[in-house]
């Protein structure tokens, strides 16, 4: 491993460990649990304050705990040469690898401690929600489809690398290096939030009130969102690794090989174009509340309306 | 929103069956409208899947709900037969507003305006 993969692992463990010490105390556990209320459109119910910061940090644990084994397996294959290093033909880093093992832990953890989460026995009245929900209800089109959509687009992309090498354009594997193991975690982390989410979405929520049903939509959308991540960042990660990995290899220059040229510029252009898009449209529809707007339709639109007005 | 209260004289069935049934006439649950499985029901209100079933089958027998398969069961469009065929082209459209990420403000707006126009 070189120096700066070194930095960035350190770096990224540095704040795995400081979320993980925001959990520890209980000011800074009620907090936290102010800021995500605020983020998710909902007021902390009063009583509820304690058990409410209690599952956000176990959240939190997990999925610390989850991204920490992910980026240390990742660091492990590397030192010991279990996972070849970086490509001596691409400058594609090693670090998307790293990062990928980091998104991977992450889902997993989050994943793990929701379908494991037991909640409270409900003592007297009890409330449900008179329809039925699925992924719709609690994740935003941009993250439902941005998911396969960027893990569709690394698959085609190395693909299309295989192509190029099958055919002799190219010569290096693209299955041996690094970009096709991040096409390949992209695959991976699909498969978890496909299954995961239908599993998390068939869980009962039994509920004392309709606030405690609209935290634990809440939660669960969050939980959802989180394992969404690592598709969407493995799959988009994945696809440009796989074109800068061809556009270090040299091309013949030739006309077929400046047209691959300007179609792999084209691609990557094209690529970081839509990302960007799709980033700016998801941070301005605020996707955290998706599922106020689905489901609690009356609070979203009270949210929405000026303070004035209410 | 369903509410089970162990304290009531009212069996739970009878609660579930009225709650339901008022849900429906108001058009607070719209035709087409998925409901949730018995078991998955019947764990969130704390009591038996056999007095969910009973109640979903009475429902059923009066006309609120149908069942249709693989899509679970669903509430029935109400009234004569315009007023069904309307209720369903409403909850076609709703989902196609669902889809399209629509803000239910801006979809009540264009609804309107289409039916002054």
Do not use: C
Request: no cysteine.
């Amino acid at each position: 491993m070189t120096p700066f993969l070194w930095t960035m692992t350190v770096l990224l463990v540095g704040s795995l460990v400081v979320l993980f010490a925001l959990t520890l105390t209980s000011s800074s556990r009620a907090s936290a649990v102010r800021r995500l209320g605020r983020s998710v459109g909902l007021a902390v119910p009063e009583g509820h304050e304690a058990a409410l910061a209690a599952r956000a940090a176990r959240k939190t644990r997990a999925s610390v705990l989850g991204a920490f084994l992910g980026t240390a397996l990742v660091v492990l294959g590397f030192v010991t040469g279990i996972i070849p290093a970086a490509d001596p033909e691409s400058n594609v880093s090693d670090l998307w690898l790293v990062i990928g093992g980091y998104f991977v832990g992450l889902a997993i953890g989050a994943m793990i401690n929701t379908l494991g989460y037991r909640p409270a026995p409900v003592e007297g009245e009890r409330f449900a929600r008179s329809g039925a929900v699925d992924l719709r209800d609690y994740l935003a089109p941009v993250d439902r489809y941005g998911a396969r959509v960027s893990v569709l687009f690394g698959v085609l992309a190395l693909g299309g690398a295989m192509l190029l090498f099958a055919t002799g354009y190219i010569q290096l594997n693209p299955l041996a290096s690094v970009s096709a193991a991040v096409v390949g975690l992209g695959v991976v982390s699909l498969a978890i939030f496909e299954f995961s989410a239908r599993r998390i979405l068939d869980r009962a929520q039994p509920v004392g009130s309709p606030a405690e049903l609209a935290w634990d939509d809440a939660l669960r959308a969050q939980n959802v969102r989180e394992i969404a991540t690592a598709p969407i960042s493995l799959g988009l990660w994945g696809s440009l690794a796989v074109l800068l990995t061809l556009l270090d290899q040299p091309i013949p220059i030739n006309p077929a090989g400046d047209l691959l040229f300007g179609l792999l510029i084209a691609a990557v252009a094209v690529l970081l174009t839509v990302a960007l898009i799709a980033t700016v449209y998801s941070i301005a529809t605020a996707p955290q509340q998706h599922y106020l707007r689905r489901l609690w339709p009356s609070v979203a639109a009270d949210l929405a309306r000026p303070m004035a007005a209410r | 929103m369903l509410t089970i209260s162990p304290k009531s004289a009212v069996p739970p069935f009878e609660q579930l069956r009225v709650q339901l049934i008022e849900q429906v006439q108001s058009g607070e649950l719209a035709a087409g409208t998925r409901l949730p499985t018995v078991r998955r029901l019947a764990e969130e209100l704390g009591i038996a899947p056999n007095t969910v079933a009973r109640a979903y089958r009475e429902l059923e027998a009066d006309g609120f709900i149908e069942t249709r398969g693989r899509n679970g069961t669903v509430v029935s469009p109400q009234g004569d037969a315009s007023a069904q065929q309307g209720q369903l082209a409403a909850r076609a459209y709703a989902d196609r507003i669902h889809q399209l990420g629509a803000s239910r403000d801006d979809a009540l707006a264009w609804v309107a305006a289409a039916l002054r126009g």
